[in-house]
């Protein structure tokens, strides 16, 4: 796949929806079809790489080096190879990293400058796997990336929070049409609760091509992050479940380049 690079954040101010199960899966799943993609670890703790099997231990230089002003670190050194076709920028000491922000007076425009390597190592998707809270560096992905991806989990007090996102971006004086997709996610149609709640995300989204099918609750999507692995790899059932998510992603961007 050739052409413009696509960034995408993965964001809920939530804890615990989804997000660092989601992005893996999106980029993995991207990487599959043959996109490259590299995924960047955001939260301080590092789900992200870990769901793909990478410690601390496996990397030295971080994102966090890219704030030395002194080492002059490029980010290419920074990044690891995750599996074909699919590199991760991970990262450490990001309460230094939101304390260095403060200081910033451009927030909207840090990332774009650290991060402008990146428009020319060939990649087709950046996605981000961001941290729960509102954060000085949760506002600059969300100055930096073209769109949003935002998991819902199926649950009465995720449900209850879905406008948050749309206040964090009216905060930053940002565009509501960032949000690409809503992914209500851990849906249990088993229960008249995970219906309920799920009929409460439609409603909301009613009149938008925002919502898409949910990720069902699977335990295999667990156990596969504890093992440092991907449904691709652990459980093809599974796997289906983050398949029309990919093809959204791939249907809007193929729909932009037109
Ligand atoms: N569809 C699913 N089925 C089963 N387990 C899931 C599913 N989605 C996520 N999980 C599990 O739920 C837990 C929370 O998911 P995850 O870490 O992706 O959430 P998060 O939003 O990134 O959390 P945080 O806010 O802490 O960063 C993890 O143990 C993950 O494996
Ligand atoms: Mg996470």
Redesign the pocket.
């Known amino acids: 796949m050739t052409g413009k690079l696509r960034k995408y954040a ?1 964001l ?1 101010n ?11 899966h999106v980029a993995h799943g991207l990487a599959l079809r043959g996109n490259r993609v590299l995924l960047i670890d955001m ?1 301080g ?1 590092n ?2 790489s870990l ?1 793909l099997g990478f410690t601390s231990e496996d990397y030295k230089k971080t994102f966090y080096d890219f704030f030395d002003r002194y080492k002059k670190t490029k980010v290419s050194e920074c990044i690891i190879n995750a599996r074909e076709n699919l590199d991760l920028l991970p990262s450490r000491n990001i309460d230094q990293i939101n304390a260095e922000l403060y200081r910033e007076s451009r927030i909207d425009l840090v990332l774009k400058e650290k991060l402008k390597d990146l428009e020319d190592m060939g990649y087709d998707y950046v996605i981000i ?4 809270q509102r954060s000085k560096i949760n506002d600059a992905v969300l100055c930096f990336v073209d769109g949003i991806i935002v ?1 819902v ?1 199926v649950e009465a007090a995720s449900v209850r929070a879905i406008g948050n996102i749309y206040e964090y971006l009216s905060d930053l004086r940002l565009d509501s049409g960032m949000v690409s997709l809503i992914v209500p ?3 249990d149609q088993r229960t008249i609760d995970g219906k309920e709640n799920l009929e409460f995300i439609k409603e909301f989204f009613a009149g938008t091509d925002l919502l898409i099918q949910p ?8 156990e ?3 093992l440092g692995k991907t449904v691709y790899e652990f459980d093809e059932e ?1 796997s289906k ?1 983050f398949d029309h998510i990919v093809e959204r992603l791939v249907n809007i961007d193929a729909g932009e380049k037109q």
Do not use: E, L, W
């Open positions: 993965v809920n939530k804890g615990g929806v989804g997000k660092s199960t989601i992005a893996v939260d703790q789900d992200a769901f796997d961001c941290g729960p998991p989990q996610n851990m849906y990720v069902h609750r699977r335990i295999k999507i667990t596969a992050g504890k599974s479940q």
